[in-house]
């Protein structure tokens, strides 16, 4: 039964986050929004995209798995009160998901194209965290990972720290300053990168 729930809160996941989301980023801009896997092969900023990918793959693989029979639970994270919290967990970030890209309106992107040049965002859940959107994916996947915690389960979820924080450092922080400068240092300074007063440039 847990799998199942994982299984259809990610597809709605996936669907509203990903699929509704370009489609409004299409009909109000006339682009996708989507930037793609960019970078040369072997580079951080395609290493990242190549782990989200995975992480993504993977979430989607973990349920299956579970509901196959072919990949059991790990004892030690499974159990009834771990799954209902799971779902619970799960059921907020994807809220917190769908906020934080309404918040960043036409600027919302996947991706970074080095020739667009998008307003910064730092109203909203913006002004708590610099990457509400990124910080919301995380519980999300911790609360699929509880309702079906296997090893494929938790490997995507490591895959989607490690990109997530390889994306975020390394991609899109530069990116910003080249773009933003002395305004999105100045907000840097001031607010947390995903958790509120962590992460301060």
């Known amino acids: 039964m847990a799998a199942l729930i ?27 929004g989507f930037a793609g896997i960019s970078g040369r092969p072997g580079s951080l900023e395609w290493t990242g995209g190549v782990l989200f990918a995975v992480a993504l793959a993977l979430g989607f693989l973990a349920p299956l798995l579970d509901l196959a029979g072919v990949l059991a639970p790990v004892g030690a994270l499974d159990g009834a009160v771990a799954q209902a919290a799971g779902a619970v967990i799960a059921v907020g970030g994807i809220a917190g998901t769908l906020l934080a890209q309404a918040a960043m309106g036409t600027s919302w992107r996947i991706g970074v194209d080095p020739t667009e040049r998008t307003a910064l965002v730092t109203s909203g859940p ?67 990168r995903f958790v509120p007063g962590l992460g301060r440039l």
């Open 126 to 192: 913006f002004a708590v965290v610099r990457n509400p959107i990124f910080a919301a994916m995380l519980p999300t996947s911790a609360g699929l990972v509880m309702l079906v915690p296997n090893a494929v389960a938790l490997a995507g979820f490591a895959a989607l720290v490690a990109a997530l924080q390889i994306q975020t450092r390394w991609v899109e922080e530069p990116y910003l300053l080249a773009v933003h400068g002395e305004t999105y240092s100045r907000y840097a300074r001031r607010v947390g």
């Open 6 to 32: 994982a299984l259809a809160l990610y597809v709605i996941y996936l669907t509203l986050a990903f699929g509704l989301r370009t489609w409004l980023q299409w009909r109000r801009t006339g682009r996708s």
